[in-house]
T-cell receptor, first 111, second 112 residues
Framework: GQNIDQPTEMTATEGAIVQINCTYQTSGFNGLFWYQQHAGEAPTFLSYNVLDGLEEKGRFSSFLSRSKGYSYLLLKELQMKDSASYLCAVRKTGNTGKLIFGQGTTLQVKP | EADIYQTPRYLVIGTGKKITLECSQTMGHDKMYWYQQDPGMELHLIHYSYGVNSTEKGDLSSESTVSRIRTEHFPLTLESARPSHTSQYLC???????????FGQGTRLTVV
């Protein structure tokens, strides 16, 4: 089976940096994805990690440690529009490549 | 922009009716998924397919069924809708390897 844990809610200030953590336990790991989802909308892809280390993409970075079953998403220079849910998802190994999501972290950015 | 489409966007239907939610993608992706999501809650995988004529149940039990006769099409059917089926249904697809999944805009279903 698999278990993916994220904090339920976080609050941060505009212009600041926030780190959203994700821990996972899964039988078979083939990559970790981060998605952003605004209320009432579909999730949109942010980042992908399959090897250990940091992936940077503009204001967003994502880190993975496979041995610890741990990832984080780092958001810099927060903007009001970054208020959304951030979903951690794990892809399983094998031909099926099932994509399983955590419960998501709702981030509120305040002025 | 992702080429994956769901119809209808919104559906209000009476109890006992049969409904089919449509999902199509033009990216040639092998893998397709159906997720169920209640407002403010997590995405639950209810069905997935890794190719034509291959479908499997997801981690959340669902009374719905799916079919995958063509690569681009992955419809979801409820034979007899009930109020407990009220939810948002999101379809997604992905290619091979480490490619990300792209989501459709979702179908918000209300059963009255």
């Amino acid at each position: 089976g698999q278990n993916i844990d994220q904090p339920t809610e976080m609050t941060a200030t505009e212009g600041a940096i926030v780190q959203i953590n994700c821990t996972y336990q899964t039988s078979g790991f083939n990559g970790l994805f981060w998605y952003q989802q605004h209320a009432g909308e579909a999730p949109t892809f942010l980042s992908y990690n399959v090897l250990d280390g940091l992936e940077e993409k503009g204001r967003f970075s994502s880190f993975l440690s496979r041995s610890k079953g741990y990832s984080y998403l780092l958001l810099k220079e927060l903007q009001m529009k970054d208020s959304a849910s951030y979903l951690c998802a794990v892809r399983k190994t094998g031909n099926t490549g099932k994509l399983i999501f955590g419960q998501g972290t709702t981030l509120q950015v305040k002025p | 922009e992702a080429d994956i489409y769901q119809t209808p966007r919104y559906l209000v239907i009476g109890t006992g009716k049969k409904i089919t939610l449509e999902c199509s993608q033009t990216m040639g992706h092998d893998k397709m998924y159906w997720y169920q999501q209640d407002p403010g809650m997590e995405l639950h995988l209810i069905h997935y397919s890794y190719g034509v004529n291959s479908t499997e149940k997801g981690d959340l039990s669902s009374e719905s069924t799916v079919s995958r006769i063509r690569t681009e099409h992955f419809p979801l059917t409820l034979e007899s809708a009930r109020p407990s089926h009220t939810s948002q249904y999101l379809c997604a697809s992905s290619g091979g390897g480490g490619t990300e999944a792209f989501f459709g805009q979702g179908t918000r279903l209300t059963v009255v």
